[in-house]
């Protein structure tokens, strides 16, 4: 049975940072791409960031271009979200996703994704 778990959210002060976290079993994480999205409070699911099945490609949305680096370790069977320099507009729910040989760019519509994580809050006080 595939999971993602995610994990590391909370509550933060603007400026800060958080690392999340979303752990996989039931796949081989190295045959697949990863992508996180997030869903603020009455709005739809948007991109964040993604990684290719490889590893060798990322993407970001450019609300969060140089302040989130995206990472996975398949040897953890791990992805990570590095989140610096966060905004008040940065509080969502923050969701992992999976897709099997996904690239950078295809996985930033979230209807191709395989897999969801149930997601953790992020909450961003100014």
């Known amino acids: 049975q595939v999971q993602l778990v995610e994990s590391g959210g909370g509550l933060v002060q603007a400026g800060g940072s958080l690392r999340l976290t979303c752990a996989v079993s039931?796949?081989?994480?190295?045959?697949?791409?990863m992508a996180w999205f997030r869903q603020a409070s009455g709005k739809e699911r948007e991109f964040v960031a993604t990684?290719?099945?490889?590893?060798?490609?990322?993407l970001y949305a450019d609300s969060v271009k140089g302040r989130f680096t995206i990472s996975k370790d398949n040897a953890k069977s791990a992805v990570f979200l590095q989140m610096n320099s966060l905004k008040s507009e940065d509080t969502a729910v923050y969701y992992c996703?999976?897709?099997?040989?996904?690239?950078?760019?295809?996985?930033?519509?979230?209807?191709?994704?395989?897999?969801w994580g149930k997601g953790a809050l992020v909450t961003v006080s100014s």
């Open positions: 990684i290719s099945w490889s590893g060798a490609s990322t």
């Open positions: 996703g999976a897709d099997l040989r996904g690239t950078a760019a295809a996985m930033t519509r979230a209807a191709v994704m395989d897999y």
């Open positions: 039931g796949l081989a994480l190295s045959s697949y791409g």
